[in-house]
């Protein structure tokens, strides 16, 4: 089995910071691009932050200057650090992982999100 699973979310105040991770486990081959995605209340699904096995990023305007995402290829683990955290940042946050499997399968794979809530 191939999975992502999320952690590090929670509740904050405006302002404030919140460090997501998403561990990659299984039998993987390689990974390449890893991002984050979210979905807010009444909201479609948007890219968050994305970041390729050799460490190039892309961001969403909303988040630049704010976010940061990361990667340790080691771990195969994703890291976004949010700070100055608004309300229109709350939403549930899911990591995406282009990665291969050890039996020939590749395409995208999804963690089951973590939520992360803003309030004033």
């Known amino acids: 089995q191939v999975q992502l699973v999320e952690s590090g979310g929670g509740l904050v105040q405006v302002g404030g910071s919140l460090r997501l991770s998403c561990a990659a486990s299984g039998r993987i081959l390689s990974i390449n691009t890893m991002g984050w995605y979210r979905q807010g209340p009444g909201k479609q699904r948007e890219l968050v932050a994305a970041?390729?096995?050799?460490?190039?990023?892309n961001y969403a305007d909303s988040v630049k200057g704010r976010f940061t995402v990361s990667r340790d290829n080691a771990k195969n683990t994703l890291y976004l650090q949010m700070n100055s955290l608004k309300s229109e940042d709350t939403a549930a946050y899911y990591c995406n992982a282009d990665m291969m499997t050890t039996w020939g399968t590749r395409r995208d794979y999804w963690g089951q999100g973590t939520q992360v809530t803003v309030s004033s």
């Open positions: 970041i390729t096995s050799g460490g190039a990023t």
